[in-house]
C-alpha cells in the first residue's frame, strides 16, 4: 500500500476534500504506481479532475483565506484552457497540481474506468481514493515515455508488471493485459517494442523469483 510521505500529506487532504464535494477526480502517474507495487519514491501526484462551477465554489470553501490559496477565477480560466491549476497550503509551502481533464481521450477513458483503492496516510489512517486501473497507468507511463523517454516509467512498469505476474488474484485483478496491448499499440512502434521487452523482462523475473 503506498504512504504518503510529509510533503505529500496536503494531497490527503485534498483528495478527501474533491471527495466531499463530489467532484470527479482519478489519479495516474507515479503515485498510482506505487499503490500497484512499484518501489519508487515519489512528490508527485498526477490528478486530473472534472470540476464544475458548484465544485470551484466548494474547494474555495474547504481552503479559505488566509491559510490557504484556491483561486475561483483561475480554476475557471484553467478549466476552460485546459492547463493545470493549483491548490496551495501557504503554511507548509505544499501545492497540489491538478490537471483539468479536457478532451484527452486517456484521462477521460481513465476517468470512466477508475476504481476506489485504499491508501495509507502520513498519520497511519486507512483511506480510500479513485484510482485509475493499472493497465490505465500503464499506458500513460508509456504515453509519458513516447513524449519525453525516461527510465523511471520503464522501472515503475516493471515493477508493476512483476507483481500482476506474481499475484493475478491480488494486485494482478485490476490489470487487463489484452486492454493494454490494444491501447499501446496505438501509441508508437519505439512505446510497441518497449511494451514488449517489458513484458518479457518482467516473466523472466518472476520465474528467477519462483524457483527461489
Do not use: C
Amino acid at each position: 500500500m503506498a504512504r504518503i510521505t510529509p510533503e505529500l500529506s496536503f494531497y490527503g487532504l485534498v483528495l478527501r476534500a474533491l471527495d466531499e464535494i463530489g467532484a470527479p477526480y482519478v489519479i495516474l502517474g507515479a503515485f498510482a504506481a506505487r499503490i500497484y507495487g512499484s518501489t519508487r519514491n515519489t512528490h508527485d501526484i498526477d490528478m486530473i479532475v472534472a470540476i464544475e462551477e458548484k465544485h470551484i465554489q466548494a474547494l474555495v470553501r474547504k481552503f479559505p483565506l488566509p491559510r490557504y490559496y484556491a483561486d475561483p477565477e483561475m480554476m475557471r480560466n484553467s478549466m476552460r484552457m485546459n492547463i493545470i491549476f493549483n491548490l496551495i497550503d501557504s503554511n507548509e509551502g505544499d501545492k497540489v497540481d491538478l490537471i483539468p481533464i479536457g478532451m484527452n481521450a486517456h484521462n477521460r477513458s481513465a476517468m470512466q474506468r477508475r476504481l476506489r483503492l485504499p491508501y495509507e496516510d502520513l498519520n497511519g489512517e486507512r483511506l480510500q481514493a479513485w484510482v485509475a486501473r493499472a493497465d490505465d497507468v500503464i499506458i500513460g507511463k508509456l504515453l509519458a515515455w513516447n513524449e519525453s523517454p525516461s527510465l523511471r516509467h520503464e522501472q515503475d512498469i516493471g515493477q508493476m508488471l512483476v507483481n500482476f505476474y506474481l499475484d493475478p488474484k491480488g494486485l494482478g485483478r485490476y490489470y487487463d493485459e489484452a486492454y493494454a496491448d490494444r491501447q499501446i499499440r496505438t501509441i508508437s512502434a519505439s512505446a510497441w517494442a518497449l511494451w514488449q521487452k517489458l513484458k518479457r523482462a518482467a516473466h523472466t523475473e518472476v520465474d528467477k523469483l519462483k524457483k527461489k
